[in-house]
């Protein structure tokens, strides 16, 4: 049975069920429970797990972040997907701890660990930015495109709510020659523009870019993000559009 086809009770019965296995598991060194609650179909199963190990940090830090660290090479992705999560957990106050393991998941061969470090990059950044987006910024003139556009859409959370953080990051995107990462691009800038005080503050950016090509693009895809997130942005797709002539 599916962790969400159980009643509430059960499912919280479960989750108590999983920390105290987990914690009994970390503490002793034998791992075999929690490869299986990291291996498991369920990504609920899976999701339970990680944020189990993230708040068992606190006590045990050395004895998770080992236990992080020998899930992170087992052959089955999922278990290193659990890992990169739980390190992205841990990340969100103590990013130096799991920096080495943001680079080697962002360099795995399967995709549900390179996109594991993608959220796991969203979350950290929400929280704790300084850190995470200094790292981010040393991959962005990486040679492997796949790289520089992940982490263009990994940072894209914090500049949903701060894109000043992020828009000198953004910026040196602007001439990229690969037209995945172009496109990621032109989308991060949508979405970064829609709530509260943030069409300003990109549009102020953007005058100021070089590739003017690019910014065309993108003033078109922030029109239609306003349309398409009507129930969520400030300004109506009308009142986006006028702000962006006028500003233009």
Same mark, same amino acid.
């Given at each position: 049975?599916?962790?969400?086809?159980?009643?509430?009770?059960?499912?919280?019965?479960?989750?108590?069920?999983?920390?105290?296995?987990?914690?009994?598991?970390?503490?002793?060194?034998?791992?075999?429970?929690?490869?299986?609650?990291?291996?498991?179909?369920?990504?609920?199963?899976?999701?339970?797990?990680?944020?189990?190990?993230?708040?068992?940090?606190?006590?045990?830090?050395?004895?998770?972040?080992?236990?992080?660290?020998?899930?992170?090479?087992?052959?089955?992705?999922?278990?290193?997907?659990?890992?990169? %999560?739980?390190?992205?957990?841990?990340?969100?106050?103590?990013?130096?701890?799991?920096?080495?393991?943001?680079d080697t998941g962002l360099?795995?061969?399967? @995709?549900?660990?390179? %996109?594991?470090?993608?959220?796991?990059?969203?979350?950290?950044?929400?929280? %704790?930015?300084?850190?995470?987006?200094?790292?981010?910024?040393?991959?962005?003139?990486?040679?492997?495109?796949?790289?520089?556009?992940?982490?263009?859409?990994?940072?894209?959370?914090?500049?949903?709510? @701060?894109?000043?953080?992020?828009?000198?990051?953004?910026?040196?995107?602007?001439?990229?020659?690969?037209?995945r990462v172009r496109n990621?691009?032109? @989308?991060?800038?949508?979405?970064?523009?829609?709530?509260?005080?943030?069409?300003?503050?990109?549009?102020?950016?953007?005058?100021?870019?070089?590739?003017?090509?690019?910014?065309?693009?993108?003033?078109?895809?922030?029109?239609?993000?306003?349309?398409?997130?009507?129930?969520?942005?400030?300004?109506?797709?009308?009142?986006?559009?006028?702000?962006?002539?006028?500003?233009?």
């Amino acid at each position: 049975m599916a962790f969400y086809d159980l009643p509430k009770e059960a499912r919280a019965a479960l989750v108590l069920q999983m920390e105290a296995a987990i914690a009994k598991a970390v503490q002793s060194g034998r791992l075999a429970p929690l490869k299986k609650y990291a291996a498991d179909e369920d990504t609920y199963i899976r999701k339970a797990t990680y944020q189990s190990l993230g708040r068992l940090h606190g006590a045990h830090p050395q004895e998770v972040l080992a236990a992080i660290g020998i899930l992170l090479k087992e052959t089955d992705p999922k278990v290193r997907q659990t890992a990169i %999560n739980a390190a992205g957990e841990i990340g969100r106050s103590d990013f130096k701890a799991v920096q080495h393991m943001m680079d080697t998941g962002l360099f795995d061969e399967h @995709h549900m660990v390179r %996109n594991a470090v993608i959220g796991s990059v969203k979350k950290m950044g929400e929280k %704790n930015p300084k850190p995470v987006l200094a790292w981010a910024k040393g991959y962005l003139r990486h040679p492997d495109k796949e790289i520089r556009r992940e982490i263009c859409h990994g940072i894209e959370l914090r500049g949903r709510t @701060h894109p000043q953080d992020i828009l000198p990051l953004l910026e040196s995107l602007q001439h990229d020659p690969t037209a995945r990462v172009r496109n990621t691009l032109v @989308h991060v800038l949508g979405q970064i523009a829609y709530k509260k005080g943030c069409l300003e503050t990109v549009v102020a950016a953007l005058k100021n870019w070089e590739n003017q090509a690019l910014v065309k693009d993108a003033l078109v895809e922030i029109i239609d993000v306003h349309e398409r997130y009507k129930d969520f942005a400030v300004k109506t797709r009308e009142e986006a559009e006028a702000y962006i002539t006028k500003s233009f």
